[in-house]
């Protein structure tokens, strides 16, 4: 099992993320996490945007590389899920990739 401590901002685990309901992202697929680590480090949950090859390019979506594949950050479907959901550490989504996440983050959420 993961322990929270090991759960940092930036990395990428494979997330088994259904059940799903809708147009929700289903199946287990690669995930950056969001959420801070100060949370991460007390909470058993943690926030994360799903990573996809298939996606056009949209406002909430940012462009990456993982694993020497292109593909998008997919903001507009960020969820917190628990710990039991993370299957395994894959990496780190580059840094360049998570401050246009972040940055896409707080533009969101801004009043």
Partial sequence: MVKGTDVLRGQVYLVALNPTRGR?????????????DELNAHIQTYIVAPLTTGSRSYPFRVSCRFQGKAGHVVLDQIRTVDRGRLVKKLGRLSPQALRNSLSVLAEMFAP
Avoid at 26 to 36: A, M
């Fill in 24 to 36: 929700e992202i289903q199946k287990t697929r690669p995930c950056v996490v969001v959420s801070p």
